[in-house]
């Protein structure tokens, strides 16, 4: 499994092998630095405290160390929104997908959607099919990408368009699912179960609530002396993880902005690294202010995006297309930014997980900002118990109520707080829908130009928005995941003196 350890990671392996050489137990010598009391251990009350390996890390992400960034736009407001004034801000560390979803993703989970719920809720399948539609316009012709785009071989690994928001986040629900299955399956605690069905299938959260068995392999022993022997997995196991979910716009810019690459002297194996940005940049690509390679060598001159040029030039002239692509193009073209991401400006425009307002006052959070929380709780039977899945295999979830955020310390006291500071909170004249504006609170931002965008849209500073339950032929979508655990890769947070350091427990 791909799974990232760390300096620290690799120390305490050290220590399980030199355990288990001297014929000593995996993890029972572990005790309580605060009450004395042994973990792992039957005879002192069973708390089970496995070693932990390290994040699991799924196929085909970055790793997007996070930091502090000016967010907000680089270039003259041409289009005179004023809605994206710099501001410093912060971001967590997280994992980005390298490239957007492609068709052949998409047809990945369509035919999971199919095999499972095909039978008893079509309605559910065919809710999910992207909108092949969006390709047409009413003076031009795009019958062929209408009826070829998202099924034939020959765009497999294109980025899928035509999908919502809604879309693009059942998507990630369904990721974090699967992925999850696999590492139960690669360790043993599943078996292969191709013959998943309605409510029988597997699902994260309610298998670890103990609602899923499917093809049941090994099961973990249970060492408390009053529980049941056996046991499934748990988050506190660090087996599983974390969700997949869509990108903050925070999140998105400092992806594309990838300023590690503007850092002089970034950590390395031999170096600390220099808190030092040189400077703040146009394009996901570095100082270069053209949309050109500007190194003298072979690509000299080739674009370093996918987008239009100029009115009526779409890719150039035969012999010498310039971006070499019409429409979006494979999602593994161009140059891929300072962490990696390719794309990140150009071939499509990207849903991000924000509500879109044209501004939020200077002095809100600054730290992992968003737009867009409502607050959630599973749903709970009178005895305390988890309220059993429903006829999809799902937990059911309630928004938290207001009585209940009464009592807490906070400064809010509504679940949804989408509308939070943006000031229609007093009067709801300032975003009327469909009268004086489209701004709703199902808008959302799209960020990053598209192969049909001018190169003004490429830079990550900018944004526009989208209804969440509209579609484009120009938008798709990419996943990320957090970071759990330590901000960097190369050990536990925080700086360790070693020598001084002592193991918490």
């Not at 710099?86 to 997908?97: A, Q």
């Not at 299955?181 to 309610?206: A, C, H, M, W």
């Not at 937990?395 to 229609?424: C, Q």
């Not at 798709?476 to 427990?505: E, T, V």
């Amino acid at each position: 499994m791909n799974r990232l350890f760390g300096f620290n990671g690799f120390l305490l392996l050290g220590l399980i092998v030199v355990l288990s050489s001297c014929g000593g137990k995996k993890s029972s010598n572990l005790v309580s630095s605060k009450t004395g009391w042994n973990f792992n251990d039957t005879k002192m009350g069973g708390f089970d405290v496995p070693r932990y390996e390290g994040q699991y890390i799924g196929p085909g992400l970055a790793f997007i160390e996070g930091g502090r960034f000016t967010m907000g736009q680089t270039e003259e407001d041409l289009t005179y929104e004023n809605n994206n004034s710099p501001k410093t801000v912060s971001v967590s560390s997280f994992f980005m997908d390298e490239t957007e979803v492609a068709n052949i993703h998409y047809r990945e989970y369509m035919h999971w959607l199919t095999r499972t719920y095909g039978s008893d809720y079509p309605e559910l399948v065919g809710k999910a099919l992207p909108d092949t539609q969006s390709w047409r316009k009413a003076l031009q012709f795009n019958e062929p990408m209408v009826e070829f785009y998202f099924r034939h071989a020959a765009y497999n690994n294109y980025p899928v368009v035509g999908v919502t928001w809604d879309q693009a986040n059942m998507y990630c629900k369904w990721r974090t699912d699967r992925v999850n299955e696999l590492i139960l399956i690669q360790r043993g605690y599943l078996k292969k179960n191709p013959f998943q069905v309605s409510e029988d299938n597997f699902n994260t959260r309610t298998y670890v609530a103990g609602q899923y068995e499917g093809l049941a392999g090994i099961k973990k022993k249970d060492i408390d002396p009053t529980g049941t022997k056996k046991r499934n997995i748990r988050y506190e196991d660090g087996i599983l993880t974390a969700d997949y979910r869509l990108p903050t716009e925070a999140e998105w810019e400092y992806a594309a902005l990838a300023y590690r690459g503007r850092n002089p002297e970034p950590d390395s194996k031999r170096r600390r690294g220099e808190e030092v940005v040189t400077d703040r940049q146009v394009y996901p690509w570095g100082d270069n202010l053209s949309t050109r390679e500007g190194m003298r060598n072979a690509y000299q001159g080739m674009q370093l995006a996918n987008f239009k040029r100029g009115l009526g030039d779409q890719m150039g002239v035969a012999g010498g297309l310039n971006d070499n692509a019409d429409r979006p193009s494979e999602i593994y073209s161009y140059k891929p930014n300072a962490f990696g991401l390719y794309n990140m400006a150009g071939n499509v425009s990207e849903w991000v997980m924000d509500v879109y307002r044209p501004n939020t006052p200077q002095d809100a959070e600054d730290f992992n900002p968003y737009r867009g929380n409502v607050f959630q709780e599973y749903n709970t039977l009178d005895d305390g118990t988890l309220d059993e899945k429903d006829s999809l295999g799902r937990l059911p979830k309630r928004e938290v109520s207001n009585d209940a955020l009464a009592e807490k310390h906070i400064s809010y006291r509504n679940s949804n707080v989408i509308s939070y500071l943006d000031g229609d909170s007093i009067s709801n004249a300032t975003y009327d829908y469909a009268k004086t504006t489209l701004i709703s609170d199902n808008a959302h931002v799209i960020k990053g130009g598209s192969w049909n965008d001018r190169a003004y849209w490429l830079s990550p500073g900018t944004r526009r928005f989208m209804q969440s339950n509209h579609t484009s032929s120009t938008v798709g979508f990419r996943c990320c995941m957090d970071r759990l655990g330590s901000p960097s890769l190369k050990g536990p947070s925080g700086n360790q003196f070693y020598g001084s350091q002592k193991k918490a427990r």
